[in-house]
């Protein structure tokens, strides 16, 4: 394939012409796979667009308007030949936690602050994306991710409640005031209305069992309307519903960007940044690894950016990477970004038809759907997963969790990640520091862990495994010692340092101080196998002169036999391990003669 054009561009402009990128692979063979794929997935997108609004708290079109004109730019200017973007479960609920507080879900007050949200999420995006930020996302544990879903979908089943049960819960109930209602008052339930989403649920359930190649969705939301439109005739009552949509192209709109929404909107931002550019990389990711193909994370930043402002003027809201319609386009068999383009195209054409038959499917629908949709939120195999492998991943999965039901999402969200963090550094400021000795029984005396194996007496050697950063050094300072105090004779130690992938400042200094003590101790401190970037680190911050440019070797032989010249020779001559090769010239140790054998023969 020919170099790509972007090439010769000039470097800012290279994060705006992606599409220069993939554009080459783009054939007749290729459009005609795209577009296949590219109406499946608007097909999938168009109960799940409806869906996601009602989640939101904003108006059923703007879900469809959403997965329109965003999807278009996210796939143009992203990295990912896959990824299609649009709303998604976690950001509409992230959206309805931040915004329901300032304005009635619904209202044109609530989609006003929508828009002025989705627009600076998408400037944020775009400058994290130029700043090279894009590595940020990988501080967020996948265990944060997993709690966070599972709570997120159980909120989404819990603000359902009232629509497929028809009792009278007050809007913006908390977790555990809706369920205590919903408990304590059966006797507002309504019959009709459960029954309609009870057959939903049941009739989604069956389909995606028993008839997996169907979209259960549509089939679902399809099958609920007509039962309970036949339910409705039947009782001679009638079933709140969803309403007709619009069938027109995503109007313009306009952000409001004065002082008061956007205060009201501020606290959200850094939380529904966090979550939609995890979620847009994350998918991203794992569809190139079945793919083959590499995803630029920073790329992919800008890209959603850009799809979020597009948003903010075409009557969407926050959007990102969609986990269906990605996981629908790649198995469809998507060649280039051009599928999840004509998804967005044919996205438009579908509810210009389309839109007017909502006013048909009951609200008690829709909750049916939306309980299909939070059901296959949860991972149950990864929280196993994660449950028996690991006590630490498992209580930031459980922290997250829980502070999604009882907090804001917002708040589940930094929990998480400082949770995440704060193991992170608890891990790395406690390398590993093992004291490695020579394998007696391997015939080439490989070193070895030193517990149960002769050491000698002058010289230990240590293998560090992390790196050198101010919070790792008080770890390595009480590590050493305490070996110092359990072999106080080991005055020399030779650290094994190809591990060490850096060292900053504080590093440096104490490696200079641990150097100068032990050699006016009569000892040493040596390095082997140092990484040639460590060592111009540790020469920038001066730490290298105390260390001596002598005291640091390429291999463990090489440092043996320089070291062991500057051993006390009179250990040596009574060290009976001879450890090393160098200890066979040393004078073997002199057996005292006794006395008896000195004295002349008596003779009888």
Known sequence: ?????????????????????????VNRDTLRVDAMAGLTGALVALPQ???????????PEYGLYAGMVPAIIAALFGSSWHLVSGPTTAASIVLFSVLSPHAEPGSAEYVRLALTLTFMVGAIQIVMGLAKLGTLVNFISHSVVTGFTAGAAILIATNQVKHFTGQAIPRGASFADTWTHAFTRMDEINVAIVATGLFTLLLG???????PRLPYMIVAMLGGAIGGAVLAAWLGVELPAVGALPASLPPLSMPALDAES?????????????????EAVSIARALAARSGQHVDGNQEFVGQGLSNLAGAFFSGYVATGSFNRSGVNYAAGAKTPVAAMLAGVFLVVLVLFVAPWAQYLPNAAMAGILFLVAWGLIDFEEIIHTIRSSRQETAIMAATFAATLFLTLEEAIIIGVLASLAIYLSRTSKPQVRVRAPDPHHRKRHFTDAQGVAQCPQLRFVRIDGSLFFGATSHIRETLAQQDQAA????????????????????????????????????????????????????????????????????????IAAIHKRLDPAVCRTCQARIFRECQGVAAPQTPVPDILLRPLSHA
């Open 49 to 59: 667009g409806v869906a996601f609004a009602t989640i939101a708290g904003m108006p």
């Open 488 to 559: 106080p004779g080991q005055k020399h130690v030779a650290v094994v340092a190809h591990a060490i992938n850096f060292v900053d400042l504080a590093g440096a200094h104490y490696l200079a101080e641990e150097a100068d003590r032990r050699r006016n101790e009569g000892g040493g401190l040596y390095f082997i196998r140092m990484k040639d970037t460590v060592q111009e680190q540790l020469a920038e911050s001066g730490a290298l002169k105390h260390i001596g440019g002598a005291n640091i070797f390429d291999s463990k032989t090489e440092a």
């Open 205 to 211: 359930i069956a389909v995606k069992r028993w008839a």
């Open 1 to 25: 394939m020919s170099q790509p054009a972007s090439v010769n561009l000039p470097t800012w402009l290279r994060p705006f012409t992606a599409f220069l990128l993939w554009w080459p692979r």
């Open 262 to 278: 956007i205060r009201a909107v501020a606290s959200g931002v850094i939380a529904v940044t966090l979550l939609a550019l995890t």
